[in-house]
């Protein structure tokens, strides 16, 4: 385990199943120089969202032959030179579906009770919206009959969310490049991007961190979405262009947003800077991505790289990436 506290940073995780199915050596945190020498006779390497690239993948001792990655995403790690290595990598892709899925729709549900502003208020000692007991110009609105459109989110956590909103009375669109257009069985409507972006009331991202998607929200897509509508982000904060929506922000382009990922996509994704003008905002909920944060969902993560490893290890392979020329995760 590379970065054991990554996980563990309460010191409530169980570790008993990772335990049965090898020999643990926990290291809290490890600098990059580190991991070599930390890895020597090691056959699997543990790792939370922490950079392996290339140069650190091929100073890896040859008894490595497995990176788990503790988590959904792993462009984290160089897949080529692992790759080239002979290093097998793989995920845990459904350890935080509901843990993520419940971070989406609490924000939409704060979003339409403007619980945010409300708290901030009072965090500096403003009670007028307790002394008024109503809110003023805060927009407070049910969510029965809004539309929320899901990109990307055919995937197993855009379609949790989307079972979640169905039972709220919202409506479900979604969009997907490699789905056909068009009405599901479980009342979710397939539309194109431009469509959902015009239709929802909250456009809520659900698309991994990619090529295609670097910036897939930027001026123009904004610029589609109604003056009333929010944006909500839980997958990676490189998907949107941040300087585009803080002006879409800053000029009521729309009407809010929430965010629990920041940064250009580098893991862990790194906290907002301080000079972002995210932070000046009123209309903006900012998280440190916690979404995966739940605890039940980050033992459930430690049981299932254990589960990968003892697989690996009866040559069953689960959930392994295509780069290693073995079978893709499963989405």
Same mark, same amino acid.
């Given at each position: 385990?590379?970065?054991?506290?990554?996980?563990?940073? =309460?010191?409530?995780?169980?570790? !008993? /199943?990772?335990? $049965?199915?090898?020999? @643990?050596?926990r #290291?809290?945190?490890? %600098?990059?120089?580190?991991?070599?020498?930390?890895?020597?006779?090691?056959?699997?390497?543990?790792?939370?969202?922490?950079?392996?690239d290339?140069?650190?993948?091929?100073?890896?001792?040859?008894?490595?032959?497995?990176?788990?990655?503790?988590?959904?995403?792993?462009?984290?790690? =160089?897949?080529a030179?692992?790759? !080239? /290595?002979?290093? $097998?990598?793989?995920? @845990?892709?459904t #350890?935080?579906?509901? %843990?993520?899925?419940?971070?989406?729709?609490?924000?939409?549900?704060?979003?339409?009770c403007?619980?945010?502003?409300?708290?901030?208020?009072?965090?500096?000692?403003?009670r007028s919206?307790?002394?008024?007991?109503?809110?003023g110009?805060?927009?407070?609105?049910?969510?029965?009959?809004?539309t929320?459109?899901?990109?990307?989110?055919?995937g197993?956590?855009?379609?949790?969310?989307?079972?979640?909103?169905? %039972?709220?009375?919202l409506?479900?669109?979604?969009?997907?490049p490699?789905?056909?257009?068009?009405?599901?069985?479980?009342?979710?409507?397939?539309?194109?991007?431009?469509?959902?972006?015009?239709?929802?009331?909250?456009?809520?991202?659900?698309?991994?961190?990619?090529?295609?998607?670097?910036?897939?929200?930027?001026?123009?897509?904004?610029?589609?979405?109604?003056?009333?509508?929010?944006l909500?982000?839980?997958a990676?904060g490189?998907?949107?262009?941040q300087?585009?929506?803080?002006?879409a922000?800053?000029?009521?382009a729309?009407?809010g947003?929430?965010?629990?990922v920041?940064?250009?996509?580098?893991?862990p994704?790194?906290?907002?800077?301080?000079?972002?003008?995210?932070?000046?905002?009123?209309?903006?909920?900012?998280?440190?991505?916690?979404?995966?944060?739940?605890?039940?969902?980050?033992?459930?993560?430690v049981?299932?790289?254990?589960?990968?490893?003892?697989?690996?290890?009866?040559g069953?392979?689960?959930?392994?990436?295509?780069?290693?020329?073995?079978?893709?995760?499963?989405?």
């Amino acid at each position: 385990m590379l970065n054991a506290a990554r996980l563990d940073y =309460d010191g409530r995780i169980d570790l !008993a /199943r990772l335990e $049965a199915a090898a020999d @643990v050596e926990r #290291y809290e945190i490890s %600098a990059p120089e580190e991991v070599a020498a930390r890895a020597a006779g090691a056959d699997v390497i543990l790792n939370k969202e922490m950079p392996l690239d290339a140069p650190l993948i091929a100073a890896l001792p040859a008894s490595v032959r497995l990176v788990c990655e503790a988590g959904t995403g792993y462009n984290n790690v =160089d897949l080529a030179a692992c790759h !080239a /290595r002979g290093i $097998a990598v793989c995920n @845990v892709p459904t #350890y935080a579906t509901e %843990a993520m899925a419940h971070m989406a729709v609490t924000f939409v549900m704060a979003l339409a009770c403007s619980l945010w502003p409300q708290s901030a208020a009072l965090a500096t000692g403003d009670r007028s919206y307790m002394a008024q007991c109503h809110l003023g110009a805060l927009p407070h609105f049910e969510l029965t009959g809004k539309t929320i459109g899901l990109v990307g989110g055919l995937g197993t956590i855009g379609l949790r969310v989307a079972a979640m909103a169905t %039972a709220l009375g919202l409506r479900v669109v979604a969009s997907d490049p490699a789905a056909p257009l068009g009405p599901r069985d479980d009342g979710v409507d397939v539309v194109t991007l431009d469509d959902l972006l015009a239709r929802s009331d909250f456009v809520s991202l659900h698309c991994p961190l990619n090529a295609r998607t670097t910036g897939l929200v930027g001026a123009p897509e904004l610029a589609k979405m109604k003056p009333s509508a929010y944006l909500v982000n839980t997958a990676r904060g490189a998907i949107v262009d941040q300087a585009a929506l803080a002006d879409a922000l800053r000029a009521k382009a729309i009407a809010g947003a929430a965010l629990d990922v920041f940064g250009e996509g580098s893991a862990p994704p790194p906290p907002l800077p301080d000079a972002s003008p995210l932070w000046g905002l009123d209309n903006v909920i900012l998280t440190p991505h916690i979404g995966w944060q739940r605890l039940e969902a980050r033992q459930r993560v430690v049981d299932m790289c254990a589960d990968n490893i003892r697989g690996f290890a009866n040559g069953e392979l689960t959930n392994v990436d295509a780069a290693t020329g073995l079978p893709r995760p499963r989405a």
